[in-house]
């Protein structure tokens, strides 16, 4: 069983930064396909990007491309989100959640097994 914790979200402009940790526990999160979902008030679940379990493969949402970055330090057992020139419609809840596999289904909530309890994020215009 892994038990994922984000953190890291708050309050920011417009044109902003900020950096998300998904810290893992329980067991290694180095074999793992690490993805990162938002949620905004009365929408869906949607898919942000994802990582590997090298790090050395992503994938992200057109919405974030060029905006958002996603790494790990698996000797640390952390994945990170990091988001610059934030706009306000970014302004979710955001999750990270693990996936035994990196297969299509990486963009997809129900191919995810794990998931944090999440993260405010507010971008303010």
């Known amino acids: 069983q892994v038990q994922l914790v984000e953190s890291g979200g708050g309050l920011v402009q417009a044109g902003g930064s900020l950096r998300l940790s998904c810290a893992a526990s329980g067991r290694t999160i180095s074999a793992y396909t690490v993805g990162w979902f938002r949620q905004a008030p009365e929408k869906e679940r949607e898919f942000v990007g994802a990582v590997n379990w090298t790090g050395d493969s992503t994938s992200y949402a057109d919405s974030v491309k060029g905006r958002f970055t996603i790494s790990r330090d698996n000797a640390k057992n952390t994945v990170y989100l990091q988001m610059n020139s934030l706009k306000p419609e970014d302004t979710a809840v955001y999750y990270c959640?693990?996936?035994?596999?990196?297969?299509?289904?990486?963009?997809?909530?129900?191919?995810?097994?794990?998931w944090g309890q999440g993260t405010q994020v507010t971008v303010s215009s």
């Open positions: 959640a693990g996936a035994r596999s990196w297969s299509s289904g990486r963009y997809y909530a129900w191919n995810y097994d794990y």
